[in-house]
């Protein structure tokens, strides 16, 4: 009888969690790790949504990948009754040349992805709470909405569990080292413990724990702004995540209250983080001023004062793809790491891949525009 393989997974946050859950799934033995204990909001999770889309605005090769995760949303919905997603479609909304617009419709396109292209005039009438400029274009993304973080970090987590892993709570890892004749060994402030294979996760403090990482992951300090209503409110029925092209380059994802709506930019208007343990976690007021100019300008049935703030972090590689592979010099070590902005909807996909990398050494998925291997140091 073949033996179970040992894995670790190094972070349990959004990707990791999903990891534990697939590897357990799938015959491995687990133990998970976390500086904090699954579902914080010291990282990139958290803020009370994500938004999920069908289409990766900047590039069509994901679109596979966000196939496989949706049927894997689906899944973990369905082994836990929880509500994780919920989709309200997401509208791509600016000027008809925009490239990023141009690119949407063509991976809109070529994908045959379910949609609806809506004129200046339609949007007026359908979705009051946004003002279109002449020329602009929206399009409706049918099969997007969004997800709850906090909920789906700890639903993985605690499924992951009830099949069997260890998680290991407030126990940061301090360094994870290769074994000579295969296997890794992980170490805490407390013990050591060796196993099979690592799956490293761990998001913000990628750099801390790989410091000699050939590639540059930037963290950078992301806000999010949630907004009310003010008195002239305008709305439709339907209250679809949105993104918006051009400058200012933002997106925003109406709550589940059902009446603020919460507000972010895109990575041009992040500060550098220095030390993901010392994140700024205080929004100054001249930071707010992107945010005000997008309300009056975009969204005039809110008010542009906000009720609530959240200071988050995320890595970015200079190409925002992914590194999903084994560590140069050792398969055993599958990194997933520098999400740029992208990998809440991802996050199933992500785990089920780092399981399938773990546990056979190869995937069927179409990865090759995000592997480590054969990628040039940066
Ligand atoms: C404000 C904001 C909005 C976003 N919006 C969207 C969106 O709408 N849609 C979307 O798809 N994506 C979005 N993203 C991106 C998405 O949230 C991230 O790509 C994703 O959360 C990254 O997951 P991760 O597992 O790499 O990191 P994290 O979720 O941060 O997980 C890393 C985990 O590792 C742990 N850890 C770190 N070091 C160690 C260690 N040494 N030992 C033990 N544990 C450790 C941390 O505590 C943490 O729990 C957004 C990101 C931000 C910041």
Redesign the pocket.
């Known amino acids: 009888m073949a033996t179970r393989k040992r894995v670790a997974v190094?972070?349990?946050?959004?990707?990791?969690?999903q990891a534990a859950w697939r590897l357990v799934a799938r015959g491995a033995e687990v133990v998970a790790?976390?500086?904090?204990a699954?579902g914080?909001d010291?990282?990139?999770?958290g803020?009370e949504?994500?938004?999920?889309?069908s289409v990766q605005t900047d590039d069509g090769r994901y679109v596979p990948l966000v196939r496989h995760a949706d049927a894997l949303w689906q899944q973990l919905q369905t082994e836990t009754g929880r509500e994780l997603r919920r989709l309200t479609g997401c509208l791509f909304m600016g000027s008809a040349d925009d490239p990023e617009m141009r690119t949407v419709m063509d991976v809109i396109a070529e994908h045959g992805l379910d949609h609806e292209v809506i004129d200046a005039e339609a949007m007026a009438k359908r979705f009051p709470q946004f003002r279109v400029d002449d020329g602009d274009l929206a399009v409706l993304d049918r099969r997007a909405g969004f997800?709850r973080?906090e909920l789906t970090?700890q639903t993985a987590a605690r499924r992951a569990a009830e099949l069997g892993a260890r998680l290991r709570r407030y126990?940061?890892?301090?360094k994870v080292n290769p074994v000579a004749g295969g296997g890794v060994e992980i170490r805490t402030d407390t013990d050591r413990e060796r196993f099979d294979a690592a799956v490293v996760?761990?998001?913000?403090?990628?750099g801390?724990?790989l410091p000699d990482l050939p590639w540059q992951v930037s963290i950078?300090r992301?806000?999010?702004a949630w907004f009310l209503p003010g008195e002239d409110h305008r709305a439709g029925e339907e209250r679809p995540?949105f993104i918006r092209a051009g400058a200012p380059h933002f997106?925003g994802?109406p709550s589940p209250d059902g009446l603020s709506v919460k507000l972010?930019l895109s990575q041009a208007y992040h500060r550098p983080v220095d030390d993901?343990n010392r994140l700024e976690r205080t929004v100054a007021p001249e930071e707010l001023e992107t945010f005000t100019e997008i309300v009056r300008r975009h969204l005039p049935g809110l008010n542009p004062d906000p009720v609530r703030l959240?200071v988050?972090?995320?890595?970015y590689t200079d190409s925002t793809r992914?590194l999903v592979g084994p560590l140069p010099g050792c398969d055993d070590i599958i990194l997933?790491?520098?999400?740029?902005?992208?990998?809440?909807?991802?996050?199933p996909a992500m785990g089920d891949i780092a399981a399938d990398l773990a546990l056979e050494g190869r995937t069927t998925q179409p990865i090759d525009f995000i592997s480590t291997h054969g990628r040039a140091a940066a």
């Open positions: 190094v972070g349990t946050g959004t990707v990791g969690s790790y976390d500086r904090f699954p914080h010291r990282s990139a999770a803020g949504t994500r938004v999920f889309r997800i973080p970090v126990t940061p890892v301090r996760t761990p998001g913000p403090w990628v801390d724990l950078c992301a806000i999010s995540g997106y994802i972010g993901p959240g988050f972090m995320e890595g992914p997933l790491a520098g999400f740029s902005g992208q990998g809440f909807k991802l996050s």
